[in-house]
């Protein structure tokens, strides 16, 4: 499940295809392009690749095993064992040994710098680095490696303290007890040839059961994926309902606000219309009309509309000072 970092909705659109909005609506974080680190630009996704001897110079753990997450949906997905891949603002790059999802998506670890975000600065799981779409988040800027807890799942959620980021030392190699038991003298032939068969024998009975066990958890894992995918289907389809109603409605209210607009603009218009043939004795109640439409229709008249009322209303003020004075000129 990945989060949308600026409406906090859990989403892993790319577990079915696809890339959510950016955080704050931009084309989301490039890698090593914006932020303050002084690590080099690079490529969106991806991080620099490290030069040899980097990881054990720089006290980096070349490996990571991440446990516990209380998440059902994103414990599976961030949960297992990591690698050091490259680097970005300065900082190590993880990616996890297992893919996820339908797609085969990676599960990056990594370190961001944005200086236009402060509040998006920190370390990240996510499908790739700088990416929209987030697991975990961690607001230590300081820390040079992977925070071991303190992470926050999904990103704007309270700590989840089960989460632990720990080194791994590296597969292979005798264990200390094998180098202890491989001590002794050497074994005479015959021995050796009884021991080297019965150690066949339990290998091979080891090597099925872990055969079996082993599909026993891809298919738990692909039935675990299917679901995520069919709710994360169902999350999309949600939100797209509600971004469509939300568009409808916002239609809606600019067509009825243009209707009620045009209907104080006609009203107002036929008052103007009679004050422009006022008279001496007309005047007065039509001025007190234009009063009460303006005072009814004032939620709903524009500005121009306002700036014509009192233009007609001095012109008619004017004529009708003309017509007085005409007439008493006419009397005397």
Request: aromatic share 6%; net charge positive.
């Amino acid at each position: 499940v990945c989060s949308f970092r600026s409406h906090s909705i859990a989403l892993l659109p790319a577990m079915g295809g696809g890339r959510g909005a950016p955080r704050g609506g931009g084309g989301g974080r490039q890698g090593g392009g914006r932020g303050r680190g002084s690590g080099p630009p690079v490529e969106a996704g991806k991080g620099a690749p490290l030069p040899p001897g980097r990881a054990l110079s720089a006290g980096r753990a070349e490996f990571l095993v991440i446990s516990g997450c209380k998440d059902d949906v994103v414990g599976p997905i961030i949960r297992g064992n990591y690698t050091l891949q490259s680097e970005n603002h300065d900082r190590p790059v993880y990616r996890k040994d297992e893919k996820v999802g339908a797609k085969k998506l990676d599960v990056m670890l990594y370190f961001w710098d944005d200086r236009d975000s402060p509040d998006f600065s920190g370390w990240w799981f996510g499908p790739q680095i700088g990416g929209d779409e987030v697991w975990a988040f961690h607001p230590d800027t300081a820390a040079k490696t992977p925070p071991p807890s303190g992470w926050q799942c999904p990103f704007d959620s309270p700590v989840d303290t089960s989460i632990q980021v720990l080194p791994k030392a590296k597969s292979g190699g005798a264990s200390p007890a094998a180098k202890a038991a491989a001590a002794p003298g050497q074994l005479q032939p015959g021995a050796v040839k009884k021991t080297a068969g019965a150690a066949a024998t339990a290998s091979s009975g080891v090597t099925l059961k872990q055969d079996e066990a082993k599909r026993k958890k891809e298919q738990e894992m692909m039935k675990q994926q299917d679901e995520i995918s069919v709710k994360l289907q169902a999350e999309r389809e949600r939100i797209a309902a509600q971004k469509q109603a939300e568009i409808d409605r916002r239609k809606q209210a600019e067509i009825d606000k243009k209707r009620k607009e045009h209907h104080a603009k006609l009203m107002v218009k036929r008052v103007l219309h009679r004050l422009r043939l006022a008279k001496p004795e007309t005047i007065q109640d039509l001025t007190s009309e234009l009063d009460k439409v303006l005072a009814q229709e004032s939620a709903c008249l524009q500005r121009a509309t306002r700036q014509e009322a009192e233009t007609v209303r001095y012109q008619a003020k004017l004529r009708v000072q003309k017509i007085n004075q005409f007439l008493q000129r006419a009397e005397q």
